[in-house]
Protein backbone atom coordinates (compact mmCIF):
# COMPACT_ATOMS: atom_id res chain seq x y z
CA UNK A 1 0.00 0.00 0.00
CA UNK A 2 3.16 2.28 0.42
CA UNK A 3 4.57 1.70 -2.58
CA UNK A 4 1.45 2.57 -4.21
CA UNK A 5 1.17 6.21 -2.28
CA UNK A 6 4.88 6.69 -3.24
CA UNK A 7 4.75 5.93 -6.89
CA UNK A 8 1.93 8.40 -6.88
CA UNK A 9 3.69 10.86 -4.89
CA UNK A 10 7.10 10.03 -7.73
CA UNK A 11 4.28 11.34 -10.14
CA UNK A 12 3.27 14.48 -8.70
CA UNK A 13 7.03 15.73 -8.70
CA UNK A 14 7.37 16.08 -12.44
CA UNK A 15 6.72 19.34 -13.62
CA UNK A 16 5.91 20.35 -17.64
CA UNK A 17 8.29 22.30 -19.62
CA UNK A 18 7.64 25.76 -19.29
CA UNK A 19 6.26 27.44 -22.36
CA UNK A 20 7.94 29.31 -24.66
CA UNK A 21 7.79 33.39 -24.07
CA UNK A 22 8.14 35.73 -27.41
CA UNK A 23 9.47 39.05 -26.29
CA UNK A 24 6.72 41.73 -26.82
CA UNK A 25 9.33 43.38 -29.87
CA UNK A 26 9.15 40.16 -31.77
CA UNK A 27 5.56 40.11 -32.16
CA UNK A 28 5.24 43.98 -32.47
CA UNK A 29 7.65 43.43 -35.40
CA UNK A 30 6.10 40.33 -36.76
CA UNK A 31 2.24 42.22 -36.69
CA UNK A 32 4.40 45.32 -38.36
CA UNK A 33 5.46 42.49 -41.16
CA UNK A 34 2.01 41.48 -41.54
CA UNK A 35 0.26 44.53 -41.89
CA UNK A 36 3.02 45.79 -44.09
CA UNK A 37 2.05 42.58 -46.22
CA UNK A 38 -1.40 42.73 -46.40
CA UNK A 39 -0.81 46.56 -47.91
CA UNK A 40 1.18 45.48 -50.29
CA UNK A 41 -1.17 42.54 -51.41
CA UNK A 42 -3.55 45.43 -51.62
CA UNK A 43 -1.35 47.77 -53.40
CA UNK A 44 -0.63 44.75 -55.98
CA UNK A 45 -3.99 44.75 -57.12
CA UNK A 46 -3.49 48.33 -58.50
CA UNK A 47 -1.06 47.23 -60.91
CA UNK A 48 -1.54 45.23 -63.71
CA UNK A 49 1.48 42.30 -64.15
CA UNK A 50 -0.06 40.27 -66.42
CA UNK A 51 0.22 36.89 -65.52
CA UNK A 52 2.65 37.36 -63.13
CA UNK A 53 -0.02 38.96 -60.85
CA UNK A 54 -1.31 35.66 -59.59
CA UNK A 55 2.89 35.04 -58.69
CA UNK A 56 3.28 37.99 -57.09
CA UNK A 57 -0.22 37.37 -54.54
CA UNK A 58 1.13 33.61 -54.07
CA UNK A 59 4.35 34.66 -52.77
CA UNK A 60 3.03 37.62 -50.64
CA UNK A 61 0.88 35.17 -49.21
CA UNK A 62 3.25 32.56 -48.34
CA UNK A 63 5.40 34.96 -46.77
CA UNK A 64 2.86 35.97 -44.45
CA UNK A 65 2.11 32.31 -44.01
CA UNK A 66 5.76 32.02 -42.98
CA UNK A 67 5.42 34.69 -40.69
CA UNK A 68 2.42 33.32 -38.90
CA UNK A 69 3.96 29.73 -38.65
CA UNK A 70 7.17 30.67 -37.61
CA UNK A 71 6.75 33.12 -34.88
CA UNK A 72 3.19 32.97 -33.71
CA UNK A 73 3.05 29.28 -33.76
CA UNK A 74 6.37 29.15 -32.51
CA UNK A 75 7.76 26.94 -34.82
CA UNK A 76 11.08 28.71 -34.90
CA UNK A 77 11.78 27.36 -31.74
CA UNK A 78 10.79 23.92 -32.38
CA UNK A 79 12.27 20.90 -33.07
CA UNK A 80 14.17 21.22 -37.58
CA UNK A 81 11.63 18.33 -37.85
CA UNK A 82 8.81 20.08 -37.78
CA UNK A 83 10.43 22.48 -40.41
CA UNK A 84 11.08 20.08 -42.72
CA UNK A 85 7.29 18.25 -42.61
CA UNK A 86 5.89 22.12 -42.83
CA UNK A 87 8.13 22.66 -45.89
CA UNK A 88 7.37 19.27 -46.98
CA UNK A 89 3.35 19.96 -47.42
CA UNK A 90 4.25 23.36 -48.28
CA UNK A 91 6.07 21.63 -51.58
CA UNK A 92 3.48 19.14 -52.33
CA UNK A 93 0.83 22.45 -52.66
CA UNK A 94 2.84 24.55 -54.38
CA UNK A 95 3.49 21.10 -57.28
CA UNK A 96 -0.24 20.89 -56.90
CA UNK A 97 -1.11 24.18 -57.87
CA UNK A 98 1.79 24.84 -60.63
CA UNK A 99 0.40 21.18 -62.05
CA UNK A 100 -3.49 22.94 -62.01
CA UNK A 101 -2.41 26.49 -63.65
CA UNK A 102 -0.48 24.77 -65.90
CA UNK A 103 -3.31 22.60 -67.20
CA UNK A 104 -5.85 25.72 -67.01
CA UNK A 105 -4.27 27.18 -70.27
CA UNK A 106 -4.85 24.05 -72.24
CA UNK A 107 -8.92 24.13 -72.06
CA UNK A 108 -9.09 28.39 -72.91
CA UNK A 109 -9.22 27.81 -76.83
CA UNK A 110 -12.56 25.44 -75.94
CA UNK A 111 -14.01 27.82 -73.39
CA UNK A 112 -13.89 30.70 -75.52
CA UNK A 113 -14.86 28.86 -78.90
CA UNK A 114 -18.17 27.57 -76.28
CA UNK A 115 -18.69 31.55 -75.28
CA UNK A 116 -18.65 32.36 -78.90
CA UNK A 117 -21.17 30.11 -79.58
CA UNK A 118 -23.93 30.88 -77.59
CA UNK A 119 -26.69 33.23 -78.36
CA UNK A 120 -26.46 36.75 -77.35
Avoid at 7 to 13: K, L, R, S, Y
Avoid at 31 to 41: I, K, N, P, S, V
Avoid at 63 to 80: D, N, Q, T, Y
Amino acid sequence: MSDTHAHDHAHAEVHPPAPHVVPVKVLAAVLAGLLFFTFLTVAATWVDLGKANIIVALGIAVIKGALVVLFFMHLRWESPFYGLVLCVALGMVALFIGMTLMDSTSYQAVIRAAQQALPK
